[in-house]
């Protein structure tokens, strides 16, 4: 079987739409804890929504990945860069289902409910000031190391594209012609 040349429109949408919807949500937080207004409780419960849609939508990312052929990377890049964009690709997996589920178990430990388009979901915690310490610098520490790889992917992927050619960022851009 030969791997294609570009990922599938399928793909490419899941990744420009989470990529989106993830800085949208790392800058929420952000802004979150470093100012306090009026404004800050409406943000909050923007935020949970659109982290319960980031779970659902790297659920089905996560399906799309394993079902759908990617291409390969070039046979020119050096083994350990392939290992670490394997990893840092499983990295992304992990931190974008670990942030959303240490949000809503968060919100579970502090008594606070979690409500996605007017329907309230099952707490799966038990109020606890000690669970919801622990979970909320569960979360924080994650945001950072998310920030991080995204730093990271977006510079392999800058380098790749217009430094070494590759056919890398080309891949996620654009419709194969």
């Known amino acids: 079987m030969n791997n294609p040349a570009m990922y599938s429109l399928a793909m490419r949408l899941m990744h420009w ?4 919807l993830v800085l949208s949500l790392l800058l929420a937080g952000l802004t979150m804890v470093s100012a306090l207004g009026a404004w800050q409780q409406q943000l909050l419960t923007w935020h949970k929504m659109a982290g319960l849609v980031a779970a659902c939508a790297v659920l089905l990312r996560m399906y799309l990945r394993l079902t759908t052929q990617v291409p390969a990377l070039p046979s020119s890049l050096p083994l350990w860069q392939k290992w670490a964009a394997k990893f840092t ?41 000690a669970h919801y310490g622990f979970l909320r610098e569960l979360h924080g520490w994650a945001s950072l190391l998310l920030m991080l790889l995204i730093t990271l992917h977006i510079s392999a992927a800058l380098q790749h594209g217009f430094i070494k050619r590759d056919g890398v960022l080309a891949s996620m851009l654009k419709k194969s012609t």
Do not use: I, K, R
């Open 89 to 129: 690709h499983l990295a992304f997996y992990l931190l974008l289902v670990l942030m959303p589920l240490s949000g809503y178990l968060m919100q579970n430990a502090a008594g606070l409910p979690v409500v996605l388009f007017d329907v309230s979901l099952p707490m799966l915690l038990a109020t606890d000031l």
């Open 17 to 20: 739409l989470m990529a989106a």
